[in-house]
C-alpha cells in the first residue's frame, strides 16, 4: 500500500526525494547492495522516536527513484545482539545477501560498557530477499580482538578480493586510538586477523575510527573512516565527528597486512598519516557512509544525513520521524586524484519544470540576509533569481568567475569571499546551526568552478567543483513552498522543479 508520508508538511517538513520512514529514526547506511537487478538499502532504525533500540530497517528499488519500504527486518531478538542491531555490510554471494553487523551486548553489572561490560558479537544472517534470514551466527566476538582492544569494536565491511573474504571492523584501543582491524576468510564464518592501522603521530587521530569502507576507484584504493573525538579547527573538523578518507598506494589489504605483531601486538599498526586525510563533507549534517559496487559497475554512496551526540549542539524538530539518508552518490576520481561524488544519473529522471534565473526576479539591490539579523547587509545589484514553487530544486551554477553568493530562501547563504566559501544560516530555520567554512585552497582547482544545489524541503545537499566537497545539512524553513534562490555570482545559472519518489510499504 502507498506511504501516506506528506501529512500537513509544512509543520512536519517531510520529504520528495530522499529516503524516510513513516515513523522512526533512520541513522547509519547498512548494507547497501544490489541483487538480481534490486537495490537494497538497509540502514539503522528504530521503529518509534522517540525511543531507543537499533535493528536494520530496509527499503527495495529497481531504479533507485522507486522505493520500498519493508520495515525492520533485522532486530535486537537473541542473546548475540539482545541491545542492539548495529551497522554492518552486505556481500552478495552465491545468489544472496550475505549481512554481518555488530551484535551489542551489554552485560548485567557495574561496567562503564566501553572498556568493559560490553560483547561486540559480529554476527552473521543469509538472505534471498532482504526480508528473510538464516539463524543468527555469531562468526567473530570479543576472543577474537587483540588484547589492546577496548570494547568498542564494531561495524564489519566485508568484501571478496584476491580470493579471499575481507573484513575491516572499526575499534577503539584502551588507550582511546582509534584504527581499524581487518581479519580475512575462506568461507564466511571462520576469520583471523590479518592486519590493522592506525595513525603514525603520537597522538591518536580521534578515539574510534567508525564504519571503515575500503574503496577501489579507476585502480586506485581509498580507505574511509569516521574518526571521532578529532579536535575541531576553524576551517577543519568543524562537526562533532567527521568522515574522510586516506588514499593508499597499491591495495589497502596489502597495507594492513604490513601488521607484524598481530594478535599480540601492544597496538594497530601505524601506518597513516593524519595529514593525508581528506575531509569530504563541510555541512553541518553527514556521517557513517557507505559505499558498495553495483551491477553496472558504479561504486554508489550513501551516507547519513544527521550525527550522533549533537543534542547539545543542534536540533531536529520533525514529529514521529527523524533523519534522512543522502542522494546515493556515485565515486569517481577528477584530473588531481581526488575522489568526487556525485548524484546517480536516475536523479535527474526526477527533473520537472526547468526554472529561469533572470535578473528581474531579483529581490532589489540591496539588502539583509534573513529577518533576524541586520549584521549582514549584502548587495545584490546584478543578481539573478529563480523561484521555485513546489519548494525543490535542482540548480547549476557553471563556470563561476570570482566571488559572489548564492541565498537560498531567506535563510541560507553559500558564500565565496577571499580565500573562504562559508554556508551560513541567517535565520532560525537552522536551529542552532550557523557557520562552516571550506578554505578554496583544500579544493584541487583552488577555487570554486561549479556548484550543484539540491533542496529537498529540510535537506539541502550541495556538490562543489564535480563534488570533490560536498556540504550537506538540515534546515526548517518556516514555508517550504516558493522556494527562491538568488544568485550574484558570475555563472551561467540552470534549475529545475524537482519530481518525487514513490514511496510504497509492505512493513
Given at each position: 500500500m502507498a506511504v501516506d508520508i506528506n501529512w500537513n508538511p509544512k509543520h512536519n517538513w517531510r520529504l520528495r526525494f530522499h529516503l524516510q520512514t513513516p515513523t522512526g529514526g533512520l541513522t547509519d547506511p547498512n548494507g547497501l547492495s544490489q541483487l538480481d537487478g534490486v537495490y537494497h538499502f538497509f540502514h539503522q532504525?528504530?521503529?518509534?522516536?522517540?525511543?531507543?533500540?537499533?535493528?536494520?530497517?530496509h527499503w527495495t528499488s529497481p531504479d533507485l527513484v522507486n522505493w520500498t519500504f519493508h520495515g525492520e527486518t533485522i532486530r535486537p531478538d537473541c542473546e548475540l545482539d539482545r541491545n542492539g542491531s548495529y551497522s554492518g555490510s552486505a556481500l552478495v554471494r552465491d545468489g544472496r545477501l550475505w549481512c554481518y553487523y555488530t551484535g551489542n551486548v551489554l552485560m548485567p553489572g557495574d561496567y562503564d560498557y566501553d572498556f568493559a561490560g560490553r560483547l561486540a558479537n559480529e554476527n552473521l544472517v543469509i538472505s534471498e530477499d532482504g526480508d528473510h534470514f538464516t539463524d543468527k551466527v555469531c562468526v567473530l566476538g570479543n576472543d577474537g580482538y587483540p588484547a589492546y582492544c577496548s570494547n568498542h569494536v564494531r561495524d564489519p565491511k566485508v568484501w571478496e578480493q584476491d580470493g579471499r573474504l575481507h573484513m575491516l571492523l572499526g575499534a577503539r584501543t584502551k588507550d582511546s586510538r582509534g584504527g581499524v582491524l581487518l581479519y580475512a576468510s575462506d568461507d564466511g564464518y571462520s576469520w583471523e586477523l590479518e592486519g590493522s592501522a592506525t595513525n603514525r603521530g603520537k597522538r591518536a587521530f580521534g578515539y574510534m575510527w567508525e564504519c571503515p569502507n575500503v574503496a577501489q576507484i579507476d585502480g586506485r584504493e581509498f580507505l574511509f573512516v569516521c574518526p571521532q573525538g578529532v579536535p575541531k579547527q576553524p576551517f577543519k573538523f568543524q562537526n562533532i565527528h567527521n568522515c574522510g578518507y586516506f588514499p593508499v598506494e597499491g591495495k589497502v589489504i596489502d597495507l594492513l597486512a604490513q601488521d607484524s605483531g598481530l594478535m599480540e601486538a601492544d597496538g594497530p599498526f601505524a601506518c597513516f598519516d593524519e595529514k593525508d586525510f581528506v575531509e569530504t563533507d563541510y555541512g553541518f549534517d553527514y556521517y557513517c557512509p557507505q559505499m558498495f559496487v553495483d551491477e553496472r559497475g558504479r561504486t554508489i554512496l550513501g551516507g547519513w544525513v544527521g550525527l550522533p551526540d549533537i543534542e547539545f549542539q543542534y536540533e531536529t524538530p520533525t514529529r514521529e520521524w527523524m533523519h534522512t539518508m543522502t542522494l546515493p552518490r556515485v565515486l569517481s576520481l577528477n584530473?588531481?586524484?581526488r575522489v568526487c561524488f556525485w548524484p546517480v544519473e536516475e536523479v535527474e529522471a526526477l527533473r520537472e519544470t526547468p526554472v529561469?534565473?533572470?535578473a528581474s526576479a531579483a529581490p532589489g539591490a540591496t539588502g539583509y540576509v534573513g529577518s533576524q539579523t541586520t549584521c549582514d547587509m549584502f548587495d545584490v545589484e546584478g543578481a539573478v533569481s529563480a523561484c521555485?514553487?513546489?519548494?525543490?530544486?535542482?540548480?547549476?551554477?557553471?563556470g563561476i568567475q570570482g566571488e559572489g553568493r548564492v541565498i537560498i530562501g531567506a535563510d541560507l547563504e553559500l558564500l565565496i569571499h577571499g580565500d573562504t566559501l562559508e554556508l551560513d544560516f541567517q535565520s532560525p530555520s537552522g536551529r542552532w546551526r550557523t557557520n562552516r567554512r571550506l578554505l578554496l585552497s583544500d579544493l584541487s582547482a583552488g577555487c570554486v568552478t561549479d556548484l550543484r544545489i539540491m533542496?529537498?524541503?529540510?535537506?539541502?545537499?550541495?556538490?562543489?567543483?564535480?563534488?570533490?566537497?560536498?556540504?550537506?545539512t538540515r534546515w526548517y524553513p518556516l514555508d517550504i513552498a516558493n522556494l527562491h534562490v538568488t544568485s550574484t555570482l558570475r555563472a551561467c545559472h540552470t534549475g529545475w522543479e524537482m519530481g518525487a519518489f514513490t514511496f510504497a510499504n509492505v512493513g
Open positions: 532504525y528504530t521503529p518509534k522516536w522517540p525511543a531507543v533500540g537499533h535493528g536494520w530497517g584530473e588531481a586524484g529561469e534565473f533572470t521555485f514553487p513546489n519548494g525543490t530544486c535542482d540548480a547549476l551554477i557553471e533542496v529537498d524541503t529540510s535537506v539541502v545537499e550541495i556538490y562543489i567543483n564535480g563534488g570533490e566537497k560536498t556540504m550537506t
